[in-house]
């Protein structure tokens, strides 16, 4: 029982390189997000799933991109990556209402 | 716009002491207040959480009272331990709604011997 699953774990960029993150759930979970976590700014979200086929924007979306197309996996891809992208993403699903997220461990991105 | 506080910033706290942070909220549509606690190079983990129409949860050392007609809760950990020490977030969410999760920018808890 793997929970949710971050692919990878570390990642350093080039400006102006992409590049895609996986998020994979083991727990049938209908609800996928994708948040980015800054010091003294908490988890900030950037996109968000409620099934599979669905996303929509959180707060933080600019200069990201997201699909759904199975339940399991939600990706987040950055087109052209820079420097304020530098981050440690984290990837979470929950099941139903009032049922708590379940995260994942995290990628950090590093943009030179 | 934040739509979550959250205070203070970093805590000290003594060996067998309690700890208390807060959070004031904006929206009064949020229908369910979680605490998650995050340990350093892993994902934060649910810790404890309340529906509006109750006024305190607890559970063994972790407590979350709950005011709402200030906008306001907050988590109390009693006899506070170093294995206490980590991150701490409070979050608010809309159920059947737009099923987003806001955070407040956490809390550095420090537990000292």
């Known amino acids: 029982n793997a929970g949710v699953t971050q692919t990878p774990k570390f990642r350093v960029l080039k400006t102006g390189q992409s590049m895609t993150l996986l998020c994979a759930q083991d727990?049938?979970?209908?609800?996928m997000y994708w948040y980015r976590q800054d010091p003294g700014m908490g988890l900030r979200l950037i996109h968000y799933s409620v099934g599979e086929g669905t996303t929509a924007k959180g707060e933080v979306p600019d200069g990201y991109n997201v699909s759904r197309l199975k339940k399991q996996n939600f990706l987040l891809g950055l087109e052209s990556a820079a420097p304020s992208q530098t981050s440690v993403y984290f990837c979470?699903?929950?099941?139903?209402?009032?049922?708590?997220?379940?995260f994942g461990n995290g990628t950090r991105l590093t943009v030179t | 716009q934040q739509q979550v506080k959250q205070s203070p910033q970093s805590l000290i706290v003594q060996k067998g002491g309690i700890s208390i942070i807060n959070c004031a909220y904006e929206?009064?549509?949020?229908?369910?207040f979680p605490w998650y606690q995050q340990f350093p190079g892993k994902g934060p983990a649910l810790l404890i959480a309340i529906r509006p129409d109750v006024s305190e949860k607890k559970e063994g050392r972790f407590t979350i009272s709950f005011n709402k007609s200030a906008k306001q809760f907050s988590l109390h950990i009693m006899d506070s331990q170093p294995g206490d020490s980590a991150t701490y977030f409070c979050a608010a969410i809309i159920n059947f709604g737009n099923e987003k999760l806001t955070f407040g920018t956490g809390t550095r808890l420090t537990i000292i011997p």
């Open positions: 929206n009064t549509a949020f229908d369910y």
């Open positions: 979470a699903s929950r099941g139903q209402e009032y049922s708590p997220l379940h």
């Open positions: 727990m049938n979970h209908e609800y």
